[in-house]
């Protein structure tokens, strides 16, 4: 005891803990596939417009290629085609997908030059890695 003494009386320590922001939860694989699937991105062409993207369910993937028929198989014609099934808003205006062939010409036509620039610029940039075309193409024959 003698040497506890000759130490001098023992101090109490309290620690103080500092709020600290609370903590994000992970994010599950579904959420995070889900998260990327939804990322939107706006563009404006040389006409001021603002043309929103966001990458089309798999479903609706398969649904344009049936839609496009043998004209699927051109190429050309899909890397062309492709970039226009991600346009989901023109302006304020919603812009459903095509589901007939005259539907994808009329978008082409109100795109016009200056929104087909926009859009494959936007694409390159933002979803090139999730929209290429001989990857979706393996998808599809997965």
């Known amino acids: 005891m003698a040497n506890n003494e000759s130490q001098g009386p023992r101090r109490r320590v309290q620690m103080q803990m500092q709020p600290s922001e609370p903590a994000e939860p992970p994010i599950s694989p579904s959420q995070e ?3 990327r699937a939804s990322k939107t991105v706006a563009v404006v062409d040389a006409r001021g417009r ?12 398969f649904r344009f290629v049936e839609m496009l028929g043998a004209s699927a198989n051109n190429e050309r014609y899909f890397a062309m ?11 304020d205006e919603d812009v459903p997908a095509p589901v007939k062939k005259s539907e994808l010409e009329a978008l082409i036509k109100l795109l016009d030059e200056d929104g087909l620039a926009a859009i494959a610029e936007a694409v390159q ?3 090139a890695e999730q929209t290429s075309e001989s990857e979706f193409r393996e998808e599809v024959k997965s």
């Open 50 to 61: 603002q043309i929103v993207l966001r990458k089309p369910t798999p479903l609706a993937q």
């Open 33 to 35: 596939i889900s998260k």
């Open 81 to 91: 085609a492709f970039p226009i099934l991600l346009v989901i808003k023109i302006d």
């Open 125 to 127: 940039k933002h979803f």
